[in-house]
């Protein structure tokens, strides 16, 4: 669905709704080399694609949505 744009604008949010989908566009984006663009949340979502992803740390996530993953990434 991405792969047609020239860069990708994640921008912010509240509570949990659509982090998993704010990780993948981040996800997508770093994997293809498009230029990424994170406001407040989304830049947080691209900081727990990469931990998850780059890191190897599966399990990693942030604090504000979910106080008891095993690898928290504090925000």
């Known amino acids: 669905m991405l792969k ?3 860069g990708i604008l994640v921008a912010p949010g509240f509570g949990d709704r659509g982090i998993e989908g704010k990780i993948l566009a981040a996800r997508y ?4 080399n498009i230029p990424f663009f994170g406001i407040c949340l989304g830049l947080q979502c691209a ?5 998850r992803n780059v890191l190897k740390l599966e399990k ?10 095993p690898i928290p990434l504090s925000t």
């Open 60 to 69: 990693a996530h942030s604090t504000e949505m979910a106080l008891k993953r």
């Open 47 to 51: 900081v727990i694609e990469f931990a």
């Open 4 to 6: 047609d744009y020239n």
């Open 29 to 32: 984006a770093r994997e293809n």
